[in-house]
């Protein structure tokens, strides 16, 4: 109905996906006739990545935002 592989559906609903596109996002709300709330929950990281925990990201490689 989406257009999207099921093993995308599947692992978007068995919570394995690392990433999911703003167009598939779309497609889902849209097969679903839901928006976006409704199909998304927000959970905060438990370590905070902004302020003083910045992590810059150069070049694909993480690291600590030097002091």
């Known amino acids: 109905m989406t257009g ?6 599947s692992d978007l609903y068995n ?6 596109s ?3 996002l779309d497609r889902i709300c849209e097969a679903l006739d839901c928006t976006l709330p409704e199909l ?10 902004t302020g003083e925990n910045l992590i810059l990201e150069e070049h694909g490689n ?3 935002k030097p002091s």
């Open 4 to 9: 999207i592989r099921k093993s995308t559906i």
């Open 15 to 20: 919570e394995m996906a690392e990433r999911i």
């Open 22 to 24: 703003f167009d598939q």
């Open 40 to 49: 998304l929950e927000y959970i905060p990281n438990p370590q905070s990545r």
């Open 62 to 64: 993480r690291r600590k």
